[in-house]
């Protein structure tokens, strides 16, 4: 595995070196970009800030029972669950990606927002060396601890390239399985007569989310990632490629860096969480199913008393 790794980076440096020759690149900038990458090898640590944002198609949102109003309320909200700012603390072998923590305004956090609150990761820690990942999560007043092994993408490395600050990028591709409970890939159901019509494939892989709504199986991931700093971390559980992933595009998300600090005056240790119930992710999820049964029941009963 670390063998593997240490091939990948030097093809993986290799290839961005040719592309800074191609762009004649001058002699001095060449050997200064060398000696960056190099000096990794020593002990350091590093921050990243990164924002996230997922766009939401709300024109199938509530049909013709939903206002304009209400859908534009529903955007909102959607919006102050899944545009935030995360901080990603790294070294060689470990990191922390949290979110920054902010004033919450006066009267948030109700209906919707409280409920998708508890659908929001909080920290997740990945250590590459112990290949371990684990998550603090907070789910209707019980903390717990989602334990697993880190999630593994088999990339794939192209030769594209673009800028992101002063950071020279270059292009990976994979194809991830999505969560059943990622809300940020949720999407409208297809209805028939879109189906029939051939204007939208049904997906028979979907999970589905309610009669309406429904979660992809699989998305294709594009990440963009710097050799120049030789660190095989990335925000959330993204990882494993030769250089410190800038950003990420998966289905209607968008995960971009900001800003990056190296070698901090303040130097953070970073270590695994430790408070919670350990669980896994697939005992975790069975517990969020469970608990959104007893509400489905609950709201539906309340329903029916109205009508009746």
């Not at 900038?29 to 350091?44: E, K, P, R, V």
């Not at 250590?127 to 990942?133: A, G, H, L, V």
Request: glycine share 8%; charged share 30%.
């Amino acid at each position: 595995m670390i063998k593997q790794y240490v091939i990948s980076l030097n093809n993986a440096k290799l290839t961005f070196l040719i592309m800074i020759l191609k762009k004649k690149t001058s002699l001095i900038g060449f050997i200064l970009l060398l000696f960056s990458t190099l000096s990794f090898a020593q002990n350091f640590q590093g921050k990243a800030y990164y924002f996230s944002k997922t766009s939401a198609d709300m024109d199938g949102w509530g049909g013709r029972k939903m206002s304009e109003d209400q859908k534009k309320k529903i955007a909102d909200r959607r919006r102050s669950m899944f545009e935030k700012t995360y901080i990603l603390t790294f070294d060689r072998e470990a990191s922390t990606y949290k979110e920054e923590e902010v004033l919450e305004a006066p009267g948030g956090q109700r209906g919707f927002g409280r409920w998708g609150s508890s659908f929001s990761a909080g920290m997740q820690y990945k250590n590459i060396k112990s290949q371990q990942f684990l998550q603090d999560q907070e789910f209707f007043g019980k903390q717990f601890l989602i334990s697993d092994s880190l999630p593994k993408l088999e990339w794939k490395l192209g030769a594209e390239t673009k800028q992101i600050g002063q950071y020279l990028c270059m292009k990976a591709t994979a194809i991830k399985t999505v969560d059943e409970f990622d809300w940020r890939s949720m999407r409208r159901k297809p209805k028939s007569k879109e189906v029939k019509e051939g204007n939208i494939k049904k997906d028979s892989t979907a999970t589905a989310v309610s009669e309406s709504l429904e979660i992809p199986k699989e998305i294709e991931v594009t990440a963009w990632y710097t050799p120049q700093i030789p660190v095989s971390q990335g925000p959330g559980d993204f990882w494993g490629l030769p250089g410190l992933i800038l950003e990420v595009n998966t289905d209607k998300t968008i995960i971009l860096c900001s800003k990056i600090i190296m070698n901090p005056q303040e130097k953070v240790e970073i270590k695994a969480p430790e408070k919670g119930t350990v669980v896994s992710r697939l005992t975790y999820n069975e517990t969020v199913k469970k608990k959104m049964e007893e509400m489905r029941s609950m709201y539906g009963g309340r329903r029916n008393n109205r009508r009746n």
